[in-house]
């Protein structure tokens, strides 16, 4: 089996290194193009993958074809290479707002169809992917794809009305957390702590805390409660944040990213 990528950026480097590192499939019969000729030598040189000169000769040869580009970028990808896929190819999308539907209208054809969403975690082997697949992909090969996905972290079938909110509460959610871990640093930092120190304590709560809601089974309201004793020193932070409206700020942002991804 071929997996074709065309476009090496950051998140192709992620889904090969995964596939690649978990050995899944073999690195020569992963074959990736790009428009940058340094992107296709640095993906050959760190994976051994098969580097192409051009997105027609991926086209031709996979079995599973992955387009890792820029939404703006799909229409004029597919268009240059809708004439040149397999008629049983798997085509893998990862760009947020592109329907089922319209891929196989830009194709002129109902091909098979895996929609999915990954999130810049992949790229520490951390991903959580959103997936969801038309009928022409069959029960096995739909499997074939999620073993790919997840061996860059776990990838979770939806359906794809909820693809957009995907994008909200994994896709774009890592900048969030970004900012937060930044925040808390800065506190630290204000209270004295050295840069590096203060970003080392609040990324390893955040992946504590993460951890402990993904392994306890335990609702995140009460793992919270269970930090928060009376008259202490968490509650009187956590009535801070709730003054400042944490939450309604984060869901309000997380639903303007799910409405924008509708709109692309």
Request: glycine share 10%.
């Amino acid at each position: 089996m071929k997996v074709g990528f065309i476009g090496l950026g950051n998140m192709a480097s992620a889904m090969i290194g995964g596939i690649t590192g978990k050995g899944i499939l073999p690195a020569g019969d992963i074959l990736g193009a790009s428009k940058s000729s340094e992107s296709v030598e640095k993906a050959v040189k760190a994976f051994g993958i098969t580097g192409m000169q051009d997105n027609h000769e991926v086209a031709k040869q996979a079995d599973i074809l992955i387009l890792s580009v820029k939404p703006q970028m799909y229409a004029d990808v597919i268009a240059s290479i809708k004439d040149d896929v397999k008629e049983d190819v798997i085509f893998v999308s990862i760009a947020p707002g592109k329907t089922m539907q319209w891929l196989s209208e830009q194709f002129g054809k109902v091909l098979k169809i895996v929609r999915c969403m990954p999130n810049t975690p992949a790229l520490v082997g951390e991903g959580c992917t959103g997936v969801c697949h038309n009928e022409k992909v069959s029960e096995g090969e739909f499997c074939e794809v999620m073993k790919l996905l997840g061996s860059f972290g776990k990838a979770i079938e939806v359906p794809e009305h909820l693809m957009d909110t995907v994008v909200g509460v994994s896709g774009s959610s890592p900048a969030y957390v970004f900012m937060f871990i930044e925040a808390m640093a800065d506190a630290a930092v204000a209270d004295g702590m050295p840069r590096k120190q203060a970003y080392e304590f609040s990324a390893q709560a955040v992946l504590g805390s993460a951890k402990m809601v993904l392994e306890t089974g335990k609702h995140p309201g009460e793992l919270k409660d269970m930090v928060c004793s009376p008259g202490g020193t968490t509650i009187e932070g956590v009535t801070v944040l709730e003054k400042s409206n944490l939450r309604s700020a984060v869901i309000e942002a997380q639903r303007a990213v799910t409405a924008k991804s509708k709109n692309m």
